[in-house]
């Protein structure tokens, strides 16, 4: 068994991943006269020729550390955003692509308020919301060709 430590999401370390969606920092503008500050365009989403937007309701399960992660997936025909529609942190577990297998993983705990958009192709675990409901909302792609590979880990990893 192989033993990974999740570490706090930032967009610094997320970033070959995907974005990290939050309204830290000052907003872009101030809309709504003045009282709704507008965190502008922060995401990177990508369908794909084919493909359409589609915003699905996700309820996940809740899951608990020490988290055995055995599989990985990605889609390579587009990115996949997942915004919590609670404030409870969730886990998010990525890895590099190393010649069309992932490398190593990296697992990343989100800050309450926080959710992210994996780009196109990015190996990632599955949804893991650590408390109840795990209600999230997803913008994903919609379209006629497949979109999901998995890989199995020979030797699983132990998250916590």
């Given at each position: 068994m192989?033993?990974?430590?999740p570490q706090?999401?930032?967009?610094l370390?997320?970033?070959?991943?995907?974005?990290?969606?939050?309204a830290?920092?000052?907003?872009d503008?101030?809309?709504n006269?003045?009282l709704?500050?507008?965190?502008h365009d922060?995401?990177?989403l990508?369908?794909g020729p084919e493909?359409r937007a589609g915003?699905s309701?996700f309820?996940a399960?809740?899951?608990?550390?020490?988290?055995l992660?055995?599989?990985v997936?990605?889609h390579?025909?587009?990115?996949?955003?997942?915004?919590?529609?609670?404030?409870?942190?969730?886990?998010v577990?990525?890895a590099?692509d190393?010649g069309?297998?992932?490398g190593?993983?990296?697992?990343?705990?989100t800050?309450p308020g926080q959710g992210?958009n994996l780009?196109?192709?990015t190996?990632h675990?599955?949804?893991?919301p650590?408390?109840?409901?795990?209600?999230?909302?997803?913008?994903?792609r919609?379209?006629?060709?497949?979109n999901?590979?998995?890989h199995?880990?020979?030797?699983?990893f132990?998250i916590?």
């Amino acid at each position: 068994m192989q033993f990974l430590s999740p570490q706090p999401l930032t967009a610094l370390a997320f970033a070959p991943f995907g974005d990290v969606l939050d309204a830290s920092g000052a907003p872009d503008r101030l809309i709504n006269q003045g009282l709704c500050g507008r965190h502008h365009d922060r995401a990177k989403l990508d369908f794909g020729p084919e493909g359409r937007a589609g915003i699905s309701i996700f309820k996940a399960e809740p899951r608990r550390l020490p988290y055995l992660l055995e599989m990985v997936e990605r889609h390579p025909e587009g990115s996949q955003a997942f915004l919590p529609m609670t404030e409870h942190p969730f886990l998010v577990i990525v890895a590099p692509d190393e010649g069309g297998v992932p490398g190593r993983p990296l697992a990343f705990l989100t800050a309450p308020g926080q959710g992210v958009n994996l780009h196109r192709g990015t190996w990632h675990g599955v949804l893991t919301p650590l408390q109840a409901p795990g209600l999230f909302a997803v913008v994903d792609r919609i379209g006629p060709t497949p979109n999901l590979e998995e890989h199995w880990f020979p030797e699983p990893f132990s998250i916590g």
